[in-house]
């Protein structure tokens, strides 16, 4: 039995459903994205200067995430997901409208990296079962660094 591999030599069957995985990963981080430019937008208080700043960090990396997520679909063979609907309908992470206390906003950001990050772990067995180092290592890296956000931003709260 022959078994039919993509471009990249990854079973096309496997890269199918790391695709899929992967658009519902892109889902979660289009609404976190979402979610973080409100906050750097409406966040008020004494808190204001330097979470506009952390919010802006955030999103930005949000926004380039969202793009390696979406060019890795296409490296499998797949098309990403790219309608604001499709993303509401998908992502357990949900809209946070108007939100200006900072205290909400920074649980709003753990509850997301919450949901995210468990997303890329079953992305990392999946991946790794799969022989897909590409996938593998990319959300081996995003694990590591939220990991590290996850502690700064519950510091912050104290």
Not at 91 to 115: C, G, H, M, W
Request: hydrophobic residues 40%; glycine residues 6%; charged residues 25%.
């Amino acid at each position: 039995m022959t078994v039919r591999t993509n471009a990249i030599g990854l079973s096309a069957a496997k890269a199918v459903e790391i695709s899929a995985e992967l658009n519902e990963l892109l889902s979660n981080y289009a609404v976190f994205y979402q979610n973080v430019r409100g906050f750097h937008w409406n966040i008020r208080g004494d808190k204001f200067f330097e979470l506009h700043g952390k919010f802006e960090e955030l999103y930005t990396d949000l926004q380039t995430k969202i793009d390696e997520i979406a060019e890795r679909i296409l490296t499998l063979g797949g098309t990403p997901n790219h309608s604001f609907s499709i993303y509401l309908e998908t992502s357990a992470v949900k809209p946070a409208e108007n939100i200006k206390d900072f205290k909400r906003a920074i649980q709003r950001i753990l509850s997301a990296f919450t949901t995210i990050l468990l997303l890329q772990r079953e992305l990392l067995e999946l991946s790794a079962k799969d022989a897909d180092q590409g996938t593998n290592t990319l959300m081996s890296e995003y694990v590591r660094q939220q990991e590290k956000l996850v502690w700064m931003y519950s510091a912050y709260l104290g």
